[in-house]
């Protein structure tokens, strides 16, 4: 979905707050203090400081660390304990950054942007080490595989999925659609890669043929896609949807019977159109939504039923994550936001 840019207005003064909600909070979660199950300093915390909606957010694969990427062209990493202070922010897009990623050993970031790029970044240097050229819109979504060479796929708004090789700077694969793909990420062999589109499909790429499999078309949306989540396992894959439904489909390779296991119903999109993703936790036992109604839905996905309704936000929550470890979720908002809960 093409972002516009737009001026600014200059801040008088930048701040990066980070504050424990307090005892008349009504916000994300409300855990007593002798009942805390985490390590994070309060059981809600508020991180401030990015000067535009906050469309991703992710915790680093030791926990220790969240990153977040922003409307205001930046990416803003934080300690996700003691006060979490922003310790770095790393710049170098043009446009609004749309979608993060860490790396599974916690060194790089990885992002697109809808200054049409992606771009790989140094957490220890706080610098950008690689940018990718090559799509010809605004790049909406970039996900790393988990095992083999480094590799990485992105989605644009130019209809093309494509296939970065870390090691050599250049696309060695790239998949042509008649709309423009919103989700990506690669299955767990990194054979496959999953695009959701503005057509209402997921299409998969297999990486071995060069070409498309058909027959692994997902269908059953009624609406764009909008994010798309691979299990831990590699044998789930959720889909957001702008038809107002979270899908979770059975994408084993040679499984033969209907794919589509269930629908979530409750996370809203609106006329803002945002591309509001959808995130497993570590155990492939819960996921998060982000919804344009301000809450924060977390679903129950072996029981399919609603967990938590989380409120807080003041604008559309664009992306949910969990902590690897601990019972923590964090989310991004268009309110420019971060809230880090502890789950009860």
């Known amino acids: 979905m093409a972002l516009v840019a737009r001026?600014?207005?200059e801040p008088k003064r930048q701040r990066l707050d980070v504050v424990p909600a307090g005892p008349g909070y009504d916000g994300v979660v409300a855990v007593p203090a002798n009942q805390r199950k985490s390590g994070i300093l309060a059981p809600t915390m508020l991180l401030t400081g990015h000067?535009?909606?906050v469309f991703s957010c992710e915790f680093s694969p030791d926990g220790r660390n969240l990153a977040s990427g922003s409307f205001d062209k930046?990416?803003?990493l934080w300690q996700t304990y003691e006060e979490c202070p922003n310790w770095c922010v790393l710049k170098g897009h043009t446009n609004a950054v749309l979608e993060i990623h860490w790396k599974h050993d916690g060194t790089q970031i990885y992002s697109c942007s809808a200054d049409k790029s992606v771009c790989v970044w140094d957490v220890e240097e706080g610098q950008r080490t690689k940018k990718f050229n090559g799509h010809q819109a605004v790049v909406n979504s970039c996900s790393?595989?988990?095992?083999?060479?480094?590799?990485?796929?992105?989605?644009?708004d130019d209809g093309t999925t494509k296939v970065w090789d870390l090691r050599t700077r250049r696309s060695v694969n790239s998949y042509e659609h008649q709309y423009q793909i919103l989700a990506v990420t690669f299955d767990d062999s990194a054979e496959r890669v999953f695009a959701g589109s503005l057509d209402n499909t997921i299409r998969v790429f297999d990486m071995r043929r060069g070409e498309e499999d058909t027959e692994m078309t997902l269908k059953g949306h009624a609406d764009s896609i909008t994010g798309i989540d691979l299990s831990k396992d590699g044998r789930y894959l959720l889909s957001n949807s702008m038809d107002n439904t979270v899908r979770q489909w059975n994408v084993e390779p040679f499984f033969t019977s209907r794919r589509e296991i269930t629908?979530?119903?409750?996370p809203l999109h609106n006329f803002e159109?945002?591309?509001l993703r959808v995130r497993w936790n570590a155990a492939d036992t819960m996921c998060g939504v982000g919804s344009s109604d301000r809450f924060v839905y977390v679903f129950d996905t072996k029981e399919r039923k609603l967990l938590y309704k989380l409120p807080g936000h003041t604008g559309s929550v664009n992306e949910v994550c969990f902590h690897p470890t601990e019972p923590v979720i964090a989310s991004a908002s268009n309110d420019k936001r971060i809230y880090m809960g502890e789950l009860a």
């Open 51 to 53: 000067q535009g909606e």
């Open 144 to 156: 790393p595989n988990r095992r083999g060479p480094p590799l990485l796929c992105s989605g644009a």
């Open 263 to 266: 629908a979530f119903t409750g």
């Open 273 to 275: 159109k945002n591309l």
């Open 7 to 9: 001026e600014e207005p």
């Open 74 to 76: 930046q990416i803003y």
